[in-house]
Structure formats: structure tokens, C-alpha cells
């Protein structure tokens, strides 16, 4: 027969094994509801920071194209036009022969 006192024991055993799986689920429910909540506060940030990036890159883009069009030809001869400048026609070129300084 057993004692009282090895009843005792694997009456607490029992319970003390209980306890034990209850708090080590209750942990895991909590970790997993944390586990969740911060997933789901990445992807909002996720979110914002895809598209600021979109933004940027658009942005990139226009001035970029921008850049271009204020160093093309036409657009810095229409400013040479209405600062006054004009297109010389005529091309005068000087041979080696001929120094400028010895004519005066």
C-alpha cells in the first residue's frame, strides 16, 4: 500500500505538471500575439517607406529630365537670343602665315 505521503507526492506531481503546460501555453500565446502585433506595425512601416522611395524615384526622374532640357542646344541658344547674342554667319579663320600683330 502507499503512503499518504507518496499519494500526496504524485497528486502534486500532477498538478505541479498542469501548472506547467498551462503557463508555458499562456507564454506562448502572449509571445505570439507580440510576435504578431510587430509584424503587423513592420508592414504598415513597409508601406510608408515603399512609397516614399516610389516618390523619390518619380522625382528622380523629372529632374533628371529637366537637367536635361535646361543644357540642350536649343534651349541655351533660345537664352543666348533673348540675352541678345546672334549667330555669326560668317567664319573668319587666320592662317599661321599671317600674324595680327605684324599688321599694325
Not at 34 to 58: F, H, P, V, W, Y
Request: aromatic share 6%; glycine share 2%.
Amino acid at each position: 500500500m502507499r503512503t499518504k505521503k507518496q499519494k500526496y507526492k504524485k497528486k502534486f506531481s500532477k498538478i505541479s505538471l498542469t501548472k506547467f503546460f498551462l503557463l508555458t501555453i499562456l507564454f506562448l500565446v502572449v509571445a505570439q500575439v507580440i510576435l504578431s502585433n510587430s509584424l503587423a506595425t513592420s508592414g504598415a512601416k513597409l508601406k510608408t517607406l515603399d512609397e516614399k522611395a516610389r516618390q523619390l524615384e518619380l522625382e528622380n526622374q523629372r529632374l533628371s529630365s529637366e537637367i536635361a532640357q535646361k543644357v540642350s542646344l536649343t534651349d541655351i541658344l533660345a537664352k543666348a537670343e533673348e540675352k541678345g547674342f546672334i549667330k555669326n554667319p560668317e567664319v573668319v579663320t587666320l592662317s599661321k602665315d599671317e600674324s595680327i600683330a605684324l599688321k599694325h
